[in-house]
């Protein structure tokens, strides 16, 4: 007969806490699916689904991208229904990040007290992680709900072997088979992930037919995953080893550092600091282990170490695999493609809140329960993004240029996202078309160039006789002023950069570039700032008027960062200012 440990109380109303704190997260998911407009990456994936070419067609755009197609296929399906706007497309990974909570919660009651694994919701809807992605059209919330599935499937496993050893666990290990496949479809770093389950699970098993079995099925998985990666490799048009990825021991640090802070913030992560080595210090100083939250029988309490188990080996050996992959075969490592495999850290956040959470018997557990609902409860200050655009302004800046009088039918030259990948005649296509036509009409008339192409001594012929053209005409009304337009890959200080190229053509002598700025939000401790991620680059006429097109506001005021004024001029009263502008003034060649 099991024996079972004695409890202290545990203090009931934090778990009440977490658990609102959750549902409000959740709740807010859905909140504001359209502010912002579709960024580089959503806009990549409605390339490979925006067509009725049917699957045959997604599979063959989806080669051309580094994701396995499985979310693919079923974003398709679905656009097929609901539609290709922001709301309709982002939809299903709002519901996938509230699955994927509600998935977690169902599995862990059975290991971890309810206050643990409420702790652990509140913690894991209130991360950077999950509320960015919550509302992004890519794998990412597909693939923490399997990533859960996967999770209380092999707990289940082990579970039923335990509590029945005669019994070959048949249904159980099919289901973890076909979530494998899935999840190992959906993201490369869940192929990993799931190799690390299968490997667990055969060492943590003295059964051979489960081991043969595991085996089998082990195969099934990874032979298939083999060939598509093979066929992947020789059919993208990306080049993997010139992507923004690095191999370097400062890259993989600071890649799992961003990893562990868009889980946990800093102080939340201090405080749990805390309260495990006030834990330990109480153990030493009594002597004793501290009591549970529950009652815990011998066979739970070894359930539970051997899920404890479980998670560490997964997490552990997939940032070791992802380090060596990303070696070995192709620059890949980073903390997005860490946090696909994030459900099994949020079991482990549960059993530390079970070992060192607050007890009802301290005044020392009430203050830190009261310190741990405050942290989470000051993280509900995310939310406040959901109405503010806080990816790249594609939309408010496409406007801003379809506004500009005399641009119609033009030649609207763009910056390349040169970091995104080479600059072919194919990926220039596909930037003009896919993603800066994509908010802007008439994409024919894009042209897509790297910064180095549109300006300074390397500048295209072509390019500087058309910017030459435009500076030249730039006094007369109804004359396109336009010079170029960027949003991914182009910085602030580089956009600077290009405009004090462009002054200092013979053209543009007596005249200065405006560069006005488009912004998105981010999130920094407990505030959302903007920060420019968009430009649009106009030369200015040497007598400008109010009625100038760079003075007209945008539709989205909120999205409207500095204008700045370049400007090559020695005098600096001969230059035109205004209050709402920057000056940046350059010395004269």
Known sequence: MNSVQTTQPSLRWPGFAYGAIAVVACAFAFVGLSTSSFWIDELFTLYVINHHGGLAEVFRRALTDVHPPLYYFFLYGWTQLFGIS?????????????????LFAHGARRIASGSAVAFACAVATVSIF??????????????????TGLLNTAMALHRRKQSRPGLFPGWHLTLLTALGLAASFTHAYLLLATGMVWLFLLLSTADLRL???????????????????????????LDLHNLWFKNSVGFFRNEIRHALT???????????AALLLCSW????????????????????????????????????????????????????????????????????????YDAAGPRRRSLGGAVAAVLVVLMLCSQLMLLQGRWLPRTEPWRASAAYVAQQPGCTGQIVPVVLPFNFSRATPRFRTLSEQNFFGYYLAGSEHLRAYTPEELAGPNALPEVTR?????????????????????????EKAKALQMAAELVQQPQFAQRSVVVQEFVKYNFRRWFWVSRPAGFVFLV?????????????????????GDRIVVSAVPNASSATESSDDKIARLPPE
Not at 130 to 147: E, H, I, P, T
């Open 86 to 102: 922001e709301w309709s497309v982002r939809l299903p990974s709002a519901i996938c990040a509230v699955l994927a909570v509600a």
């Open 130 to 147: 999950w509320f960015d992605q919550s509302q992004n059209a890519r794998s990412y919330m597909f693939a923490l709900a399997l990533a």
């Open 211 to 237: 081991r043969v079995a595991l085996l089998v099925t082990g195969l099934l998985i990874l032979l298939p995953n083999l060939l598509y990666y093979y066929w992947l490799t020789h059919s993208t048009q």
């Open 262 to 272: 868009d889980l946990l913030t800093k102080y939340l992560l201090i405080l749990l």
């Open 281 to 352: 210090l109480l153990r030493r100083w009594r002597g004793t282990n501290r009591a549970p939250l529950l009652p815990i029988s011998d066979a739970t309490r070894i359930e539970a170490r051997w899920c404890v188990g479980l998670c560490l080996v997964v997490l552990v050996g997939v940032v070791v695999c992802g380090i060596s992959v990303s070696i070995l075969v192709a620059p890949s490592f980073s903390d997005r493609n860490l946090l696909s495999c994030v459900p099994f850290a949020w079991l482990l956040l549960a059993k530390v």
């Open 466 to 490: 058309l910017l030459d053209s435009r500076a030249e005409s730039a006094d007369r009304a109804g004359d396109c002023q336009l010079l170029t337009w960027g949003v991914h890959d182009l």
């Open 540 to 560: 200015e006429p040497r007598h400008d008027t109010d009625a100038h097109p760079a003075r007209k506001a945008p539709h989205a005021s909120n999205v409207l």
